[in-house]
């Protein structure tokens, strides 16, 4: 993008406008340049100082002080901060935002390494991942974000999710609940389905999965062929409605199948049957996969 304006800046940083523009009235913080309309534009250092300012200001350091610091002094700052792991969970997800905006990958490898250090990689995934790719989803479909930084970051995740997967011992107990996990029609965001297969997998039961865009008639015969599954499907996405894709899955499963959705728009699915289950949060599956 060749520049930012400030409503881009209020949705990528959670920052008002009207507060930004008293930060810049008041203390001189930001310079944006005008267009020939006198509309703000600002550059991608703009955005990247707000963002450090911000997770700064969010741990009590005042904005006239901030003001008065330099960019390397900023810089600094918010790195003691993470290095000391004195920061919130809100901070982490900005602070991912931030290597995204840099594609740094050498910040993204020490930061995902912190985390999972100190929460453990499914915990971190459930308190930063899914909250941080959910807000970039939203920020792509306002055409704030480029495709190329979302793919960017999604990318380094991608790998270490797969690689978490590769870590873990195939179920050797051949009467493990399965779990067929898939994506319905028109969906290829499967970030979030890929961690539910490796919790999924973490507790020892089986999965078959069928990744994005499953057409419904080629599920058939997979429900038929394995008369006591889950079946594991999330909605993100969509901008069609999935309620008469859903139906049509349950109309194929028995009375001993269950269909579970997770996903930040499985609210949008209008379905009372009592095989089907939807997952508000991902802690809910977690316990959900606890007692089963």
Known sequence: MSGYSIKDLENITGIQ??????????????????????????????????????????????ISKIANMSDAEINESVLRFSE?????IESHVENFKLIMMNMDEAKFEKLFSHLVLHLGFEETGIKIFVLLFRRLFFLRQANT???????FISSLYRQKMYVAIDGLPFPENP?????????????????ELIFCNYMTRKRGFRTLYLGTSCPREELTDIIKENPECYLFSVATLSKTDLTEYYVNVLSA?????????????????RITDSRLTKFKEYTEFQDFLNQI
């Open 84 to 88: 000391s792991g004195d920061l919130s």
């Open 253 to 269: 499963c028995n009375d001993n199948q269950k269909l579970l959705i997770g996903g930040s728009q499985n609210v949008t699915i």
């Open 145 to 151: 974000i480029t495709v190329a930084l979302i793919n």
């Open 175 to 191: 009467d493990a609940k399965l779990f067929v996990m898939f994506l319905p029609e028109n969906e290829i965001i499967d970030m």
């Open 17 to 62: 406008a009207h507060t930004i523009r008293i930060w810049e009235k008041r203390y001189g913080f930001l310079n944006p340049e005008r267009t020939d309309t006198n509309n703000r534009v600002y550059s991608g250092d703009d955005l990247k100082k707000l963002m450090f300012s911000t997770l700064l200001n969010n741990k009590g350091v005042k």
